[in-house]
């Protein structure tokens, strides 16, 4: 891999993906994309109306083009919905390096608590969802890292790996 590559960052909703994004793109002198916002600014709709109007099936391929028109670029730390692993197109997409951010479900829980409404908690739960998607995760993974209690320690972890990679 090259040191210009971009930085995928995949998980459970709720998961610090955004958080952790936000502030490894800043340490790192990179751009942040929100995947779910740039869908959200690329087709005039919220989330949860595309989900309500379209259903998840559109929402997929909304997310798969988004994801596809930043291919050509570097130096992005990209935070992926939830959902991006359910589509194998998508990690071919995904050229970069990979960051799994794993966090227990009862974190998740206290902190999506009183968040926006997140589309498919509408109809599974946090556990249905982890099931469906954890071999899937981790098989999209370049790494793996926890982020169940300070975001600085699991990006401490990535910097770590980069540089031991000689990504950085």
Do not use: W
Request: include cysteine; glycine fraction near 6%; charge should be negative.
């Amino acid at each position: 891999m090259r040191t210009n590559m971009n930085i995928y960052l995949i998980g459970m909703p709720g998961s610090g993906k955004t958080t952790i994004g936000k502030r490894l793109a800043k340490t790192l002198g990179y751009s942040f994309v929100d995947l779910d916002h740039k869908i959200e600014k690329d087709t005039l709709m919220f989330v949860d109306e595309i989900f309500e109007q379209y259903g998840e099936k559109t929402f997929r391929e909304f997310e798969t083009k988004a994801l596809s028109e930043l291919k050509g670029c570097d130096q992005l730390v990209v935070s992926t919905g939830g959902g991006i692993v359910t589509r194998k197109e998508n990690k071919q997409l995904m050229e970069g390096l990979v960051v799994f951010i794993d966090t227990e479900l009862d974190i998740i829980e206290k902190r999506i608590v009183h968040d926006f409404p997140r589309p498919l908690l509408k109809t599974k739960t946090l556990e249905a969802l982890k099931d469906e998607r954890m071999l899937k995760y981790i098989f999209f993974s370049d790494l793996i890292v926890s982020n169940d209690h300070d975001p600085q320690k699991t990006i401490d972890q990535i910097l770590k790996n980069m540089k031991e990679q000689s990504h950085v």
